[in-house]
């Protein structure tokens, strides 16, 4: 379902003009997020963006304020701001992330999005990505046959190398070593792609 932007609303948005603020506010759907025209940050997919007229009507579609801009003076508390973010991480934890792309996806800074999430969550959003992709892997060790390089590629590491000596320091084993010990059975399990045989 696409939305169709007036050009002068999106020109404002990725012009970032202050003139159209409180004329309307845009919300993206990839990260549920509400920001004022001239918010500062990355330019939006448009297919992605959703116009309203007011800030009252994008929260009651479930968006919510952005961190930077606060559109009409609204403050996300900081724990559902991590939160949120911390949902988005676990389905897109097998992109490229950096500290910095995770800052502009939830549109905030990368020195405040790094305290505010150790404060919150206890560890670094690094980690908890590191974290995720760990468990993901070690669970496609145990219920597929999968090559390690495959599965390191699923979860976010494509390079086999860095995958393997991380996937050792953390959980003390390589993941083959891993798998021989936990593979489950020889049930017929879901794989990461359909290979013949
Ligand atoms: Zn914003």
């Given at each position: 379902?696409?939305s169709?932007?007036?050009?002068?609303?999106?020109?404002?948005?990725i012009?970032?003009?202050?003139?159209?603020?409180n004329t309307?506010?845009?919300?993206?759907?990839?990260?549920?997020?509400?920001?004022?025209?001239?918010c500062?940050?990355?330019?939006?997919?448009?297919?992605?963006?959703?116009?309203?007229?007011n800030?009252?009507?994008?929260?009651?579609?479930?968006?919510?304020?952005?961190?930077?801009?606060?559109?009409?003076g609204?403050?996300?508390?900081?724990?559902?701001?991590?939160?949120?973010?911390?949902e988005?991480?676990?389905?897109?934890y097998?992109?490229?992330?950096?500290?910095d792309s995770?800052a502009?996806?939830?549109?905030?800074s990368?020195?405040h999005?790094?305290?505010?999430?150790?404060?919150?969550?206890?560890?670094?959003?690094?980690?908890?990505?590191?974290?995720?992709?760990?468990?993901?892997?070690?669970?496609y060790?145990?219920?597929?046959?999968?090559?390690?390089?495959?599965?390191?590629?699923?979860?976010?590491?494509?390079?086999?190398?860095?995958?393997?000596?991380?996937?050792?320091?953390?959980?003390a084993?390589?993941?083959?070593?891993?798998?021989?010990?936990?593979?489950?059975?020889?049930?017929?399990?879901?794989?990461?792609?359909?290979?013949?045989?």
């Amino acid at each position: 379902m696409k939305s169709r932007i007036p050009d002068t609303y999106w020109k404002a948005i990725i012009e970032n003009d202050s003139a159209y603020d409180n004329t309307f506010f845009y919300a993206v759907r990839t990260t549920g997020i509400f920001c004022r025209p001239s918010c500062k940050s990355r330019p939006p997919n448009k297919e992605n963006v959703r116009i309203f007229k007011n800030a009252k009507l994008a929260q009651l579609e479930h968006f919510r304020p952005c961190k930077r801009c606060k559109p009409n003076g609204l403050r996300l508390p900081d724990e559902e701001w991590i939160e949120q973010l911390a949902e988005w991480i676990d389905e897109n934890y097998s992109e490229p992330l950096t500290l910095d792309s995770l800052a502009e996806v939830c549109h905030g800074s990368p020195y405040h999005l790094q305290r505010t999430f150790k404060r919150i969550k206890g560890i670094s959003p690094m980690k908890y990505i590191q974290q995720i992709r760990l468990a993901k892997a070690a669970h496609y060790l145990k219920i597929t046959d999968e090559s390690v390089t495959n599965i390191g590629s699923a979860v976010g590491y494509p390079n086999t190398a860095y995958f393997v000596t991380l996937f050792k320091e953390v959980m003390a084993k390589t993941p083959r070593d891993y798998r021989k010990i936990h593979r489950i059975g020889k049930v017929e399990e879901e794989n990461l792609d359909d290979t013949n045989e």
